[in-house]
């Protein structure tokens, strides 16, 4: 991508917001800016996957297996969020399905880049890495808690404890800013 990275559509992702006009130049540098049309499988389940999307415009349905329905809806993210982190950071298969539900607008950071800019001390892949970090421990803390609920009150009948995991899939992704 040109640095031509318009520093307002920087703000938009909140672990970038403090980032000052020369570190929103060298993260401009290391993007790929990708343009989808909708209904485009940006990723699959179970794919290898080095890449994290930066979703400037537009949104996204992620989706994932599941063993009672074809494919359950876990989430759609807006333009400010990101997808792809879990691969990214972990070198894992990806997690969930990701297709567009219109035109969309994605910056592209691969791992070797990201591992790049962290080795140089670049700030914004420090801030990036904070960020993706927080958000992942806190979607952790919250599967906790609510796993232990479950868990404590086996009295409670079979379609409440569905409601309640369906509850909880809805707020743990729900929270996909960084």
């Known amino acids: 991508m040109a640095n031509e990275l318009d520093s307002r559509l920087v703000e938009h992702f909140r672990c970038f917001q403090d980032l ?10 290391r993007l790929k800016e990708v343009r989808l049309p909708k209904g485009h499988t940006i990723f699959e389940e179970g794919d290898d996957g080095d890449t994290a999307y930066f979703l400037v415009s537009g949104e996204v349905e992620v989706r994932a297996a599941c063993p009672s329905e074809e494919d359950c809806s ?33 910056w592209e950071i691969s791992r070797a880049t990201l591992e790049s800019a962290a080795d140089g001390g670049e700030a914004w892949a420090t801030r990036f890495l ?15 808690q609510q796993i232990v ?13 569905v409601a309640e995991l369906d509850r909880l899939r809805d707020r743990l992704f729900s929270e996909w800013s960084f």
């Open 149 to 161: 609920g479950l868990l404590s009150d086996r009295n409670r009948p079979a379609e409440k404890r």
């Open 74 to 106: 876990l989430a759609t993210i807006s333009a400010g969020q990101i997808l792809g982190e879990i691969s990214l950071l972990t070198g894992s298969a990806r997690t969930a399905t990701a297709i567009t539900l219109g035109e969309v607008e994605l």
């Open 130 to 144: 904070l960020g993706t970090s927080q958000t992942l421990a806190n979607r952790l803390a919250l599967v906790n």
């Open 20 to 29: 000052d006009a020369e570190h929103t130049e060298q993260l401009a540098g």
